[in-house]
């Protein structure tokens, strides 16, 4: 007797997912994704964080705070510049970073001496002045200056570094006049002009500081919901770092009119100076043949400018002509008591790379630029006899 056929179980359908359920599931499913996401986000920022802790030679970049301390910008920065009430910005004083120390008065270096008989220089300016890039306070222009002053006096001297990343010269103006003087210097040394040019030639609406810009636009950003929520997480905080809008820029409204408001700033200062300041146009590598700089430097300034495009030879070629217009201007202005030297083509016999870019300069183009400053105090009719 065979056994009967066997029918197959009947098979169990699955019931369709409901609308509700599968809205559900890929809402879960992108959380679960993005929460992935974000912690990988929050693990690199822990990296870059703890790399930045662990460094140990001075490294360059720019953060701001304001007063209180509250992080405006998102990294933080070896360079730390706080909101100012009067100078909009200025270095945060008490800041330390590998290779960088501010003082209590906001200027790098050593904690001012007791004014006493030194015979004491302030030396102002942007980034050059400052010392972007130096490896260290000590690879700066300001102590190499006063070591050189030293030397040739046989006395005492101090130079405050008061330089301050993007300063111009209407920066140097309200810090002089509003700061600096209080300091009592014998001497004010204005190491400038590349921030003026690149501001001229580079331009924005508004015609200010580039720096003051950016801020700008951050604070307003900050009223901003979309951006509030992106900038509470890492993912987000990237996402921003990527799209972060530039502000406007375009060629400036007047150039002629920038330049010419360079040399009035330089007529004020040196009247609110009386007659004790020194304006040096500082060394610029558009002023050098490249040809005769060395093969490393030549390199280095090939790739720092590979991003500008075409804008580069034309930002090279705008500095030359504009420093061309400034030198009868700077001479006119003598009979009114200015007192002014050119540096800017002062690595011509240098035969060390002096350049890291268009102006900011190696340990050695340090010393030696301040060499070149020193012989050109001495000659200034507040040094001393």
């Known amino acids: 007797m065979t056994d009967a056929p066997q029918t197959p179980a009947p098979r169990r359908t699955r019931?369709?997912?409901?609308?509700?359920?599968?809205?559900?599931?890929?809402?879960?499913?992108?959380?679960?994704?993005?929460?992935?996401?974000?912690?990988?986000?929050?693990?690199?920022?822990?990296?870059?964080?703890?790399?930045?802790?662990?460094?140990?030679?001075a490294h360059y970049d720019t953060g701001l705070v304001a007063r209180?301390?509250?992080?405006?910008?998102?990294?933080?920065?070896?360079?730390?510049?706080?909101?100012d009430p009067e100078l909009t910005f200025r270095?945060?004083?008490?800041?330390t970073a590998p290779g960088i120390s501010i003082n209590a008065d906001g200027f790098r270096g050593p904690p001012l001496r007791p004014r006493g008989e030194a015979f004491r220089v302030l030396l102002t300016g942007g980034s050059t002045a400052f010392g972007w890039g130096a490896s260290s306070d000590a690879a700066c222009v300001?102590?190499?200056?006063?070591?050189?002053?030293?030397?040739?006096?046989?006395?005492?001297?101090?130079?405050?570094?008061?330089?301050?990343?993007?300063?111009?010269?209407?920066?140097?103006?309200?810090?002089v006049c509003l700061r600096g003087l209080d300091h009592e210097p014998d001497l004010v040394v204005s190491l400038t002009g590349y921030n003026d040019l690149f501001q001229a030639f580079k331009g924005n609406q508004s015609g200010g500081n580039q720096l003051f810009d950016q801020l700008e636009l951050q604070l307003t950003e900050a009223y901003a919901l979309g951006p509030a929520l992106l900038m509470s997480s890492a993912l987000g905080r990237r996402v921003m770092r990527?799209?972060?809008?530039r502000p406007p820029v375009g060629e400036a409204p007047d150039r002629a009119e920038t330049e010419a408001r360079?040399?009035?700033?330089?007529?004020?200062?040196?009247?609110?100076?009386?007659?004790?300041?020194?304006?040096?146009?500082?060394?610029?590598?558009?002023?050098?043949?490249?040809a005769?700089?060395?093969e490393a430097e030549r390199a280095r300034l090939a790739r720092y400018f590979l991003p500008w495009g075409d804008e580069g030879p034309q930002f090279l070629a705008y500095t030359r002509e504009a420093l061309?217009?400034?030198?009868?201007?700077?001479?006119?202005?003598?009979?009114?008591?200015?007192?002014w030297v050119d540096l800017s083509r002062a690595f011509a016999d240098f035969p060390e790379v002096a350049f890291d870019d268009p102006c900011h300069l190696s340990d050695a183009g340090n010393a030696y630029l301040a060499r070149a400053l020193a012989e050109a105090i001495q000659h200034h009719p507040a040094a001393p006899r």
């Open 15 to 57: 019931r369709p997912l409901s609308r509700r359920r599968k809205v559900l599931f890929s809402l879960a499913l992108g959380a679960l994704t993005l929460g992935l996401v974000e912690g990988i986000a929050r693990i690199g920022e822990w990296q870059r964080a703890r790399r930045r802790s662990a460094r140990t030679e």
């Open 68 to 83: 209180d301390g509250t992080p405006i910008t998102q990294e933080a920065g070896g360079v730390q510049l706080v909101l």
């Open 91 to 95: 270095l945060l004083p008490g800041h």
């Open 142 to 175: 300001a102590p190499h200056l006063q070591a050189e002053l030293e030397r040739a006096w046989g006395r005492p001297v101090e130079v405050l570094n008061a330089g301050v990343p993007s300063y111009r010269l209407a920066e140097e103006f309200d810090l």
């Open 242 to 245: 990527r799209l972060h809008a």
């Open 262 to 290: 360079f040399l009035r700033l330089a007529r004020r200062l040196s009247a609110a100076c009386e007659g004790k300041l020194l304006l040096a146009l500082q060394p610029l590598y558009a002023e050098h043949d490249p």
């Open 292 to 294: 005769a700089r060395p």
């Open 324 to 339: 061309d217009r400034w030198r009868p201007g700077l001479a006119a202005l003598e009979a009114q008591g200015l007192r």
